[in-house]
């Protein structure tokens, strides 16, 4: 099973929108609704921002918001703040019943 | 509330074992698979297995098969993840994870392993 392919990184100014992408194939992403975004600050424990395609957490703002298309899932920031600079990782079930995640994104806010 | 607490650092020569556990509480042990997740230093999150606590059953990343054993005791409400024939990749932070269960999603502190001749 191949990690999911995210940009390597990302930047955009505070209050400015971005998109990261997460691809996978039909046996993952595209297969299931059970995509998972992942907000990580270095020396914290990864933080669960969206599950299942598009659900926020209790208490995640609702600047952010998930969704997928075919083989490649999407996370939306908008309203970029300096404390969404971090490393964002999508993760998703598979087919043979395992989960995999991506490469991971870093976010820098410019 | 919720806590997943692993046991502490651990160094290692190549070629020898690991066992790392992760004590459960605050939740109903049974409920909830418990994942295990790796992070080498400078490197990305790296999914490795799944155990439920319920039956015993698992699942492992093809990239672990053989070399990776998760078990639990459920009268101590305690995962065990063990990695045989340890590599100087194998160093890295190792997380137990109730993942995949919508947004019951908590992590452990985290064990670093060190794989060092």
């Known amino acids: 099973q191949s990690a999911l392919t995210q940009p390597a990184s990302v930047s955009e100014s505070p209050g400015q929108a971005i998109a990261i992408s997460c691809t996978g194939t039909s046996s993952d992403i595209g297969g299931y609704n059970y995509v998972y975004w992942y907000q990580h600050h270095p020396g914290k424990a990864p933080k669960l921002i969206i599950y299942e395609v598009t659900n926020r957490p209790s208490g995640v703002p609702d600047r952010f918001s998930g969704s997928k298309s075919g083989n490649t899932a999407s996370l939306t920031i908008s309203g970029l703040q300096a404390e969404d600079e971090a490393d964002y990782y999508c993760?998703?079930?598979?087919?043979?019943?395992?989960?995999?995640f991506g490469g991971g994104t870093k976010l820098t806010v410019l | 509330q919720v806590q997943l607490v692993q046991s502490g650092a651990e160094v290692r020569k190549p070629g020898a074992s690991v066992q790392v556990s992760c004590k459960a509480s605050g939740y109903i042990f049974t409920d909830y698979y418990i994942h295990w997740v790796r992070q080498a230093p400078g490197q990305g999150l790296e999914w490795m297995a799944w155990i439920n606590p319920n039956s015993g059953g698992t699942s492992y990343a093809q990239k672990f098969k053989g070399r990776v054993t998760l078990t639990r005791a459920t009268s101590i409400r305690t995962g065990y993840l063990q990695l045989n024939g340890l590599r100087s990749d194998d160093t890295a932070v190792y997380f137990c994870?109730?993942?995949?269960?919508?947004?019951?999603?908590?992590w452990g502190q985290g064990t670093v392993v060190t794989v060092s001749s």
């Open positions: 993760s998703s079930y598979t087919s043979s019943d395992t989960w995999v």
């Open positions: 994870v109730t993942m995949g269960a919508r947004q019951f999603d908590n």
